[in-house]
């Protein structure tokens, strides 16, 4: 056996293509939200796999995408930034699909990146369960062209489906070295941020276009107790109609994202959580700095 090999590996691809599912997948447990909504991940979220043999530290980060507001440009910044740091990249890709423009700019941003620094490239073929066999050799042969390498896995991250032979060829490219946390810890995330990542989830998986954009979560009391925790929380929108479909009709719909969004921190914590949800609308909250930083965005 050799020595113990650890490393920070950027999740790269376009939205939606399954880089968080990916993520929580090699974790073995959620760290990053998912949800079918494109720019779900807000910041840099980090995931760290750990064996006797290897540390893989995944960097998840927020697509690039166009930047009309400041929540836009502190995305933009983190993806860039996150590529200063890593010892590899993992390019994800839908491989059910044809590459097609927004692959073309993540490939030329990485390609240029590699021309500074060589770094080790390996793509994800993800999707693999919704690939017609008629397809395979074109797409994946589209997507090595496409990238430059043919150092490639297809996987199926919602079935972890060659999730470990991924890992394995991550592991062969990574320098050898002491790991970088400890054995325990699964992401650098706070517990309360966390806690704020899951009402969210929550509200994009039971709403539609309008509202998830519009949304965000602020953790406002937290406070552990012997045998319960205690949490705070507001959800800004932007306008008072987007409140009143969150709230629901007597509450419902707000109980609802509370009792779902419970139960998933409780798991997480391993304690029982008392969750007090408020719905606030702070127009514009996007395009403000100090709602950003508070949010914690723009770490
Ligand atoms: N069929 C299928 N769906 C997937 C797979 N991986 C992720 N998804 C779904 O694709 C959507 C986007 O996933 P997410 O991880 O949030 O993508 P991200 O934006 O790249 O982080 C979610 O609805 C996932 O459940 C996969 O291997 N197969
Ligand atoms: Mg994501």
Redesign the pocket.
Known sequence: MGEFRAGQVA?I????????????AMVGQKV?????K????RRRIVGISTTEDYQIVFV?TP?IHDAHTALGKAMNEQARRALAEIDAIVF?GDV?HHPGEPDNQIAALIRANRKERELPLILCL?????LKAENVQRNVDAFCELLGSDNYML?????A?NIDKLAEMIVEVLPERHPLYGPDELTDQSSRFMAGEFVREKILNLTRQEIPHATAVTVEDWSEEPHIIRVRANIIVEKPSQRAILIGKQGAFIKRIGTTARQEIEELLGKPLFLDLHVKVVEDWRMSPRILHELEYDQ
Do not use: E
Request: glycine share 8%; charged share 20%; net charge positive.
């Open positions: 999740l691809g376009k939205p939606n293509v399954g880089k968080s599912t990916l993520m929580n990053s939200i998912v949800s079918d494109p720019q779900t991940t998840d697509g994800v059910s993800n999707k693999m369960d919704q996987t199926t991250a919602t079935q489906r």
